[in-house]
Nanobody, 124 residues
Framework: QVQLVESGGGSVQEGGSLRLSCAAS????????MGWFHQAPGKEREGIATINAWGYINYADSVKGRFTISKDNAKNTLYLQMNSLKPEDTAMYYC??????????????????WGQGTQVTVSS
């Protein structure tokens, strides 16, 4: 059973940085895609960045150049380094995974497994 547990959210000023972590277990490392999504109140859950076992990475245009996704296979942990944060980045952030190494999708229904989320709040 795949389990995903996020941590690292919090409140920061505009222009600040945060690093989110997602501890993962129960998945097959050779055939997976993992990613980060966010959801603001009243809005749909949106994909931010994805990464697969082969190192393929995909970013949403809104975070390119500001956010970096990475993984530590030894620790079974996924990270999202968020720099130059903006108030519009305020949302609940979720770690997600799917039983496929196809990682171009940033569409939430394409992902099978979800963490409980961690809140990120950016104030101006």
């Amino acid at each position: 059973q795949v389990q995903l547990v996020e941590s690292g959210g919090g409140s920061v000023q505009e222009g600040g940085s945060l690093r989110l972590s997602c501890a993962a277990s129960g998945y097959s490392r050779s055939t997976f895609c993992m990613g980060w999504f966010h959801q603001a109140p009243g809005k749909e859950r949106e994909g931010i960045a994805t990464i697969n076992a082969w190192g393929y990475i995909n970013y949403a245009d809104s975070v390119k150049g500001r956010f970096t996704i990475s993984k530590d296979n030894a620790k079974n942990t996924l990270y999202l380094q968020m720099n130059s944060l903006k108030p519009e980045d305020t949302a609940m952030y979720y770690c997600a995974a799917r039983d496929s190494d196809y990682c171009r999708s940033l569409v939430a229904p394409d992902y099978n497994y979800w963490g409980q989320g961690t809140q990120v709040t950016v104030s101006s």
